[in-house]
């Protein structure tokens, strides 16, 4: 949210001075913890950013003064709260907020507009989460150090310096070979012992692991051991939206969704466009995403040319018209990490127009600590000798209804002969996607014999086809699964996939289609394949359902 820097004077003073008289009405607070820090230690934050939300806005005075005054929780970075960097929290740092906000009167110290550490030594801490902690604790003590885990050094192709470590470990795949044989992840969340970072410091090794870790100085206590065990177990949240950063790629384009603010008890579904950059096609053979716990939805469309500046977004659940926009890749948790199969790429042409729908919740069980943002980056390659178009399949069952107090299971599909597509393809990726009443997601392949009127498969269908067809299956709405086939899996001609969607709803709520987390339900189907019958090849069904987001009334 953005605030204009010329209101009327007499408006402004009102304000302030209505809330200075409430506040003051209180013992004053004046905070300076004790403890010396050196310059940069204390974390990593943006000046002025009470409420630690990514924001500078009329919220953060609201916050510093609830804290001072009222007796409210402190703020998550008390250096973030001292906006005029002078080493204590008083009243003036709420009033250097209200004064940039709303009059340009004051310039605030860095680090300000983006995240950085405090280039002023003072007593002020910022332990603004565990991952900060363990920035500060473990990373900078004992990893990323001259021979390890710098950006230098880069042991492993392990970065673990400054605001670069969160996106080296969050949810990518080991490289060690021991490690992914396994399929470990470097930070697996909610999972230590899946973690092959965890797995390195505890000396949990396994054959072909190599060494434990830290090999330079002196082992890390079980103090240390338990902080990193316990960030990972607990979701391996960010400390900050610095965090969220990814390199940008040595040939291809990078796509960064500035930071917003998801307040508790909502959820945002904001519709993004830019163009890229590239003067020439650009053939893409390997897509990153990184986003914050929070989100829902990241999906990835090009084609229609919108005249709007890049950046430009629409903050609402608007409905994105497959007629006009072809879905490129798609992502339904924190991270991806996508490599298409040899010689599979995506073409995006000459400055071609791009939609990001990104969709984050902070309600019910899906929290969002640090906001929304997400960056998205495309790796180019030279064109493949014998390039095949990735194609991509999107099936929505609308008719979903999940009644109050009901476990129900839900079947739908198609065959790729309904869209007059008649060879045989092979699945490069599949995903499935509910919300927080999902309690599992199958898709198995599915010969089309048996059909409805309208091409969807008969009752029974799903079952017999049986497990050996399955190609997917999740068993948690939060993990994101997003299953890759680096050797394909081949769809035979006039064959196409059946799934089942499972819910249990304990509430006394009822449930039906559309995009909000809290109120409705999702049964969607993103597989990828090859080849497409053009380079923008992309089917999807029901074709009345004209774009992710639709929405269906309960009746």
Request: glycine residues 10%.
């Amino acid at each position: 949210m953005t605030y204009p820097r010329k209101l009327s004077s007499r408006l402004v003073l009102v304000g302030i001075a209505s809330a200075l008289c409430s506040f003051l009405a209180h013992p004053v607070l004046a905070v300076a913890p004790p403890g010396p820090l050196g310059m940069g230690e204390g974390g990593y934050f943006t000046r002025g950013d009470a409420d630690g939300n990514g924001e500078l806005e009329i919220t953060d005075a609201i916050f510093a003064l609830g804290y001072l005054f009222l007796g409210s929780r402190e703020p998550p970075c008390l250096d973030a709260a001292d906006t005029d960097d002078d080493g204590v929290l008083i009243i003036t740092d709420a009033i250097a907020i209200l004064g940039y906000l709303f009059n340009g009167s004051t310039a605030i110290p860095p680090p300000f507009p983006d995240v950085g550490t405090d280039p002023s030594g003072d007593s002020l801490g910022c332990d603004n989460g565990l991952f900060g902690k363990i920035r500060r604790e473990v990373f900078a003590k004992s990893c990323a150090l001259a021979n390890c885990h710098t950006q230098a050094s880069a042991q492993g192709g392990l970065v673990l310096e400054g605001l670069l470590a969160y996106g080296q470990l969050y949810g990518l795949p080991a490289r060690n070979e021991g490690a992914a044989a396994e399929g470990l992840l470097r930070v697996a969340p909610g999972d230590p012992e899946a973690s092959f970072l965890f797995r390195k410091i505890s000396g949990m090794l396994g054959e072909g692991f190599g060494d434990p870790m830290p090999k330079e100085g002196a082992p890390l206590t079980a103090d240390q051991i338990e902080l990193v065990r316990s960030w990972i177990a607990l979701g391996a949240a960010p400390s900050v939206v610095g965090d969220i950063r990814l390199p940008v790629p040595e040939r291809g384009e990078q796509i960064v969704i500035e930071p917003f603010r998801v307040p508790i008890t909502t959820e945002s579904g904001r519709n993004y466009y830019f163009k890229l950059k590239t003067t020439t096609s650009l053939w893409v053979d390997r897509i990153e995403i990184l986003s914050p716990p929070g989100c829902d939805t990241v999906n990835i469309f090009s084609g229609d040319a919108r005249p709007f500046e890049d950046g430009f977004f629409e903050d609402f659940f608007r409905v994105v018209s497959f007629s006009n926009w072809t879905l490129r890749a798609s992502s339904q948790g924190g991270r991806l990490d996508w490599k298409l199969p040899p010689d599979v790429a995506i073409k995006f042409n000459a400055r071609e127009q791009l939609l990001i729908q990104i969709h984050f919740a902070n309600v019910g069980p899906q929290l969002s600590p640090v906001g929304g943002c997400a960056v998205i980056n495309f790796h180019a390659t030279d064109l493949p000798h014998n390039w095949k178009p990735l194609g991509s399949l999107f099936i929505q069952n609308r008719s979903l209804v999940v009644r109050e107090q009901q476990t129900v299971s839900l079947d739908t599909g198609i065959s790729f002969d309904k869209f007059d597509y008649n060879v045989p393809v092979t699945v490069a990726a599949v995903t499935g996607h509910f919300h927080w009443r999902g309690k599992s997601f199958e898709v198995r392949l599915w010969d089309g014999l048996a059909r409805k009127a309208d091409g969807t498969p008969a009752l029974g269908e799903f079952d017999r086809m049986g497990p050996e067809n399955t190609i997917y299956r999740t068993e948690d709405w939060r993990d994101g699964l997003f299953k890759t086939f680096d050797a394909g899996r081949e769809i035979p001609s006039g064959w196409g996939v059946v799934y089942r969607a499972t819910y249990e709803n304990t509430s006394f709520n009822l449930y039906c289609n559309g995009p909000r987390s809290e109120t409705q339900e999702h049964s969607d189907m993103f597989l990828y394949f090859y080849p497409a019958p053009d380079p923008d090849g992309f089917f999807w069904f029901p074709p009345e359902c004209l774009g992710q987001g639709c929405t269906v009334p309960c009746f």
